[in-house]
């Protein structure tokens, strides 16, 4: 839940950098002629709001982005496992563009989707694909920034695709020489997709990577989690780059940090309508994965929720005033709907303007919590 709480401070974060995006009103105003309920799920120690509106942004918003990924990362495990189940591969490919400090954000994307198209389009890449038995693929999309490496080269979007193979293919297919003569092949294909959407030319070392079935079940158990984890560790000089969630956390930390800040807006506006997972035509049916929206994932109740209690408008609004809606649920998951009230009652008044002494909410979350 701490983690939770963690989420509505970063969206908050957020808000503020882009304010009039459909992520800075999430679970902030109230849904159309809904009341605000809290649930608890006791199986999880978990609780969460029903009635206020979502944005579903898998890039904008970590509230609704977590919740996304949880469940994309679920739909991952289990296709990797029906797959395999059936005697089928999955490999890795990465594949990543030149880039450098100064680019910009959009017009990199533009270029890099076009040298997507131009690579599956061309006969190697086909021929490749034929060997290895290819049955369809998940294609993930990703970006992050060098602004904290020794050398930075700014931005670094970059494709991660889960190849579904093995189907009907050689057994001595799936050998490291054969890969690493598939990995050629490709790099090649790379080169000149890369060259003809006027990105130059990718190394051979970053350009193309094609992984095994090992690398490809670590990334999908970690899919999506790369933005949970601490980054106590992220200092200058750390090769993997900042995730824009990353910036969010940064300006958290220093408000003063305005080059996090534009670079968070200048990824929301390159991203938007962007897919984060796309699955080939036919494999989620091929699969037996249920076809799921971003915004009925969000919407759906979760399973043995129980109902706590409703909260009034005026509440609601205490609660935004004093920014306690991570603490909120905090409180209603740990400890009871009586306890909750009490909160609500300390906090009485705060949106129309009584003054709630400062330190108050820190030392009610330490009686409340610990
Ligand atoms: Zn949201």
Redesign the pocket.
Known sequence: MAVKAQRFKL?NVAAAIIPDSR?AK??RLRAHNQEIKIWKVNEYGTAHYTGLQ????VW??P???AKISERRRAELLSAMCVHQANGGNVHLLTLTVPHQRGDVLKELLDQQAKALKRFWNDRVTKGVLVEMGYLGQVRALEVTHGRKSLRNNGWHPHFHILLFTGVGADAKASTLHQRYQWQLALYEVWVKACEYAGLGTPSFQHGLKLDNGKKASNYVTKWGLQDEMTKAHLKKGRAGGETPFDFLRAVAEDSSDKQAAALFREFAHAFKGKRQLVWSKGLKKALAVEDVSDEQL?ERAEEEAELMGYLTYEQWRDVLKVDARGLVLEIAAKRSWYEVTRFLDVIEGAHTGTVIPPGLLVEVREILLC
């Open positions: 969206q992520m999430c679970l979502t944005c579903s942004s904008e918003c509230v609704c982005s969000v």
